[in-house]
């Protein structure tokens, strides 16, 4: 009977702890998966059993941080660990070093390692295919980083196309803050390299953010668990808000519009082009800040608290106000660590435009590697610019009725969902198609039929809208209310919002937008 069970039993056993721990680039563990939930499950079994002990508690969460790196990213955990080292014996360094001769050595040192990674593998296919282009050269691209692994581990990646490692550009940006705040005297070095580990790896917001200033975050390491019964509902609460908005907004609202109107502009009239266009403005925003929502909610379930990425940003009534409550932890970054080393505003009018200009167009070769970004970082430079301009001779400056502030928030949202036209086009052809279509085949007798025809998209994006526009003090008021309901009324909440989830899901999971970055 035992060599029947383990003839008929084990190869499936072996089978499913193969799976467990093999890396599959097709199933990545992301928020929206079974597998990812049952994975935190086991991890907050264990975290709930340490979670008084900081040793253990800092090592165990690093590992299994590295696990979902692997199970997410493959190989490229590599790089992860090399960037960890690299900056953590660089800030050990720069803490006890007084020569200031050698500690600038240092952190150009930490600049040019870690920006050399992202720069490679983000930015080597843009900059050769930039430079066939323009000299009618044949420059082969060879991803270095396949062929080695392909070389020692016997595995067969594709070495013709770099591959952009998951998160890269956001546990890059973390490592470098860390370097520079140690350089800058403003914070000590962690005590060894799990904590730094741990600090650079926290896998909730590590593929896609937000992204966590070491200042911030390392502080809370080595501070005793706390988590409230309030706390404990706000992040059950951020959690389920992540996942309607991406799920039930973000994902059917592109699926079932947005993808199909990108995929072929010049067979969709200009109304549609339209539309789609101001439906991405929403998809972007319900996917990416659902996604931190959750990256919130799992890291205060396990007592560390995040800054909120993102504040009702379409409430904006200006450009400069959009881009600090728009993905709030790039920009503070860039402002910290660019513009203001750059010059900031110190050196006259001429000198701040620059700089301004340089720090979005940075931004949006952040975001990606083509010259559609570049476009699109250069425009919201422009918009800043102009405003800051604007708001000097502008006779609405002390008017505060709706109809000023409509004005203002319906001229800012309309210029930042222009600009996405770089950002959600594929390529540049892509891009005139769209706009042909909008300024030549409107046919604005369509409208109602649009609408109609995909009824049902409008319904959520009304609703979507809505939410985001309920007053501040209504929102925190809901979510005070749930965290304080009792365990069963949470648990009936969890059911109905993974019911209609369930019920609104597309045939495939859709990866989050953010996750290309």
Same mark, same amino acid.
Request: glycine share 8%; no cysteine.
């Given at each position: 009977m035992f060599d029947t069970f383990a003839r008929i039993f084990l190869p499936h056993m072996h089978e499913f702890f193969v799976s467990i721990f093999d890396f599959n680039p097709t199933k990545p563990l992301i928020f929206t998966q079974f597998y990812f939930w049952a994975f935190f499950a086991v991890v907050y079994g264990v975290f709930s059993a340490i979670h008084k002990k900081e040793v253990p508690r800092n090592a165990f969460l690093f590992l299994?941080? %590295?696990?979902?790196?692997?199970?997410?990213?493959?190989?490229?955990?590599?790089?992860?660990?090399?960037?960890?080292?690299?900056?953590?014996?660089?800030?050990?360094?720069?803490?006890?070093? !007084?020569?200031?001769?050698?500690?600038?050595? %240092?952190?150009? &040192?930490?600049?040019?390692?870690?920006?050399?990674?992202?720069?490679?593998?983000?930015?080597?296919?843009?900059? /050769?295919?930039?430079?066939?282009?323009?000299?009618?050269?044949?420059i082969p691209v060879v991803d270095l980083f396949s062929k080695w692994t392909n070389e020692i581990g016997g595995t067969h990646f594709s070495i013709d196309k770099i591959i952009l490692p998951v998160g890269i550009s956001f546990y890059t940006f973390q490592t470098l803050s860390y370097s520079i705040d140690i350089y800058r005297r403003k914070l000590e070095p962690v005590k060894n390299i799990i904590d730094f580990g741990f600090y650079v790896t926290f896998f909730p917001q590590l593929v896609a953010g937000p992204i966590v200033r070491a200042s911030e975050f390392i502080p809370q390491i080595y501070k005793k668990f706390e988590l409230s019964r309030a706390e404990f509902g706000v992040a059950?609460?951020?959690?389920?808000?992540?996942?309607?908005?991406?799920?039930?907004?973000?994902? *059917?609202?592109?699926?079932? #519009?947005?993808?199909?109107? $990108? +995929?072929?502009?010049? &067979?969709? +009239?200009?109304?549609?082009?339209?539309?789609?266009? *101001?439906?991405?403005?929403?998809?972007?925003?319900?996917? $990416?800040?659902?996604?931190?929502?959750?990256?919130?909610?799992?890291?205060?379930?396990?007592?560390?608290? %995040?800054?909120?990425?993102?504040?009702?940003?379409?409430?904006? =009534?200006?450009?400069?106000?959009?881009?600090?409550?728009?993905?709030?932890?790039l920009? &503070?970054?860039?402002?910290?660590?660019? *513009?203001?080393?750059?010059?900031?505003?110190?050196?006259?009018?001429?000198?701040?435009?620059?700089?301004?200009?340089?720090?979005?167009?940075?931004?949006?070769?952040?975001?990606?590697?083509?010259? !559609? $970004?570049? /476009?699109?970082?250069?425009?919201?430079?422009?918009?800043?610019v102009v405003y800051k301009y604007w708001k000097k001779i502008s006779?609405?400056?002390?008017?505060? +009725?709706? %109809?000023?502030?409509?004005?203002?928030?319906?001229?800012? $949202?309309?210029?930042?969902?222009?600009?996405?036209?770089? #950002?959600?086009?594929?390529?540049?052809? !892509?891009?005139?198609?769209?706009?042909? =279509?909008?300024? &030549?085949a409107f046919e604005f007798g369509q409208i109602g039929q649009v609408i109609l025809a995909y009824k049902y998209v409008f319904l959520v994006l009304a609703f979507g809208l809505t939410v985001h526009w309920l007053p501040t003090n209504w929102k925190t008021a809901y979510v005070n209310y749930f965290s304080q309901t009792p365990h069963w009324a949470k648990v009936a909440a969890i059911v109905v919002v993974v019911f209609a989830i369930w019920q609104m899901r597309t045939a495939e999971l859709q990866p989050f937008i953010y996750f290309a970055f």
């Open positions: 299994v941080s %590295l696990f979902f790196y692997w199970k997410t990213g493959g190989f490229f955990v590599s790089l992860l660990i090399l960037s960890t080292v690299v900056d953590l014996y660089i800030g050990n360094a720069l803490y006890r070093l !007084q020569n200031q001769r050698k500690r600038k050595l %240092l952190i150009a &040192t930490s600049l040019v390692v870690n920006l050399f990674i992202l720069a490679y593998y983000k930015y080597t296919g843009f900059f /050769i295919g930039s430079v066939n282009t323009l000299f009618d050269m044949h059950v609460f951020m959690i389920l808000n992540g996942l309607f908005k991406k799920m039930f907004i973000s994902d *059917y609202i592109a699926v079932n #519009f947005i993808d199909r109107v $990108f +995929s072929s502009p010049l &067979t969709f +009239s200009g109304v549609e082009n339209l539309f789609a266009l *101001y439906a991405y403005s929403f998809q972007v925003y319900a996917d $990416f800040s659902g996604y931190t929502d959750i990256a919130i909610g799992l890291a205060l379930l396990m007592g560390f608290r %995040l800054n909120p990425n993102f504040n009702s940003p379409y409430k904006a =009534q200006s450009t400069g106000e959009f881009w600090k409550r728009w993905h709030i932890s920009s &503070t970054w860039l402002k910290d660590y660019l *513009y203001i080393p750059l010059g900031g505003n110190k050196y006259g009018a001429m000198r701040t435009n620059i700089n301004l200009m340089l720090t979005m167009l940075i931004g949006g070769l952040w975001h990606g590697a083509s010259w !559609q $970004f570049v /476009i699109w970082g250069g425009l919201n430079g422009v918009g800043l006779p609405f400056n002390n008017n505060n +009725s709706w %109809l000023v502030r409509f004005y203002a928030i319906f001229l800012t $949202f309309n210029f930042i969902t222009a600009t996405r036209i770089w #950002f959600r086009a594929e390529n540049m052809s !892509q891009v005139n198609d769209i706009m042909h =279509q909008i300024t &030549t």
